[in-house]
């Protein structure tokens, strides 16, 4: 048995290394640039309908270990939990099972699986691995000799797909490995294809308390086979940035920010009396976005909300998330302008408060990435409508253009042209009369 694993520092050395010496790639680039706007375009995503595959009974009376295929496949995901002789030739991205010629007359077995939580999305799928899982038979199995035998099970996972973008990281990604993961206690490898060393460098912290052993490159591995006991094929999603505690295993996003905070050894957990803020002022975080989408009048807006009662800071999300997670831990109220710098609610202690601002003419589209989970996560929820007179739109098209009047007739010419319009070409002046309101209404719900 032969399982490697270097210690941490020496995993850092080396992906720290990788990061220094790669520059982007064309792929890369053209990826971030989809990044932005693919926070709001799951809507687009065309669900397939989940594919039967058989599953395999137990049988007792052989002494062969038979595979036992679970599909766990959801409108989200395609994931396949496999127990038995398991295979795994890395340089072809396929998986073997062993399944014996008798076996309930089945003597083939073969699909086809791109593991990434986001079913049927057609930006991505050239950005994502397939893996073949495919029955071998007892004839070609000299060539599937055990270069390494691992006891633990392997996780099979693609870390393209739309990797890179911060609420994608936490949607199509780390919630789905934890799901998957959680359960074995640290005692699983992690095989990854697509890989990103600044995705893994930039997560090292919630990996390495997910698994105790070094992470495979399966585009990087010797020309071998890996052989398990048993294999889980593709991530558990349940739903947009958020878990469904009904589902086996039962987790919550209580127990994912849980977790989370004890990754990243975080202090606060809840706001739970109004004597927290007997003698500081309740303290807000205004994300400042820099690319686009920004609040010209920020500086003024955060002025007005140091006056209504606020300690307020004014930071760009940066990429080290050990330092970004403490910092907006130490906040109760969170505030920007629909896009991935939201995501790090996450990292919010309960009870306190997100305020979404939604350009004009996107409150549709920008609503249910954050809503919905803003309530699973024990935060209260604010939303700020951008008019049409604090937006940079203002005079931008002909009077009476559409793109005033009926932005779902322009989200119909296709998302591309929604998202250059009203996503990436668009920066807000708060009105300071109307977002006063809001302001006070977070005090009185922080304060509550
Ligand atoms: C995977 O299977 C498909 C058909 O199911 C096949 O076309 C493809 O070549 C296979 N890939 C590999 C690497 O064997
Ligand atoms: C599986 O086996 C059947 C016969 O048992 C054969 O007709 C079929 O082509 C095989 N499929 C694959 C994918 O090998
Ligand atoms: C893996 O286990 C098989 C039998 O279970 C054995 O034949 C093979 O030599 C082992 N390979 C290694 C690299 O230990
Ligand atoms: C993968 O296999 C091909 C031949 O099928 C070989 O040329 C290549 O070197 C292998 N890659 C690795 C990393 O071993
Ligand atoms: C992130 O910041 C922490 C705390 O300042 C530091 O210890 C750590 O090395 C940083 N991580 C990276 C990858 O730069
Ligand atoms: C924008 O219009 C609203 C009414 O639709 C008004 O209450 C508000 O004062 C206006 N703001 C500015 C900055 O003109």
Redesign the pocket.
Known sequence: MKIKMRNQQER?IME?GS?FSRSFGERELKKLGFGALIICCFMAFSFRTVSKQPTYAHTDHENIVRPIIHNLSNSRSDVLEINGDIRIHTNTSTIYIHLTTTFDGQTNYSTAIKPYARKGDNFIKDYVTTWNITSHSPENSHALNCGRNFTVPAVVFSIGGYSGNHFHDFTDLLIPLYLTSRQFNRQVIFLVSDKRSTWI??Y?LVLHKLSKYEIIDTNNEENQVLCFPKTIVGLTSHKEFGIDPSIPPHYSMQDFRHFLRSTYSLERESVTSTSTYNNKKPRMLIVSRKKNRFIKNEIEVAEMARKVGFDVVVEEMG?????VA?LVNSFDVLMGVHGAGLTNMVFLPENTVVIQIIPFGADLWAKPYFTLPIKDMNLRYLEYKVGLNESSLLGKYPVGSEVYSDPGAVYKKGFIHFHAVYLKNQDVTLDFVRFREVLLKALELIQH
Do not use: D, G
């Not at 990429?319 to 330092?323: F, K, M, P, R, S």
């Open positions: 850092r720290n990061i460098s930039k090292n990429l080290n998330l050990t330092v403490k």
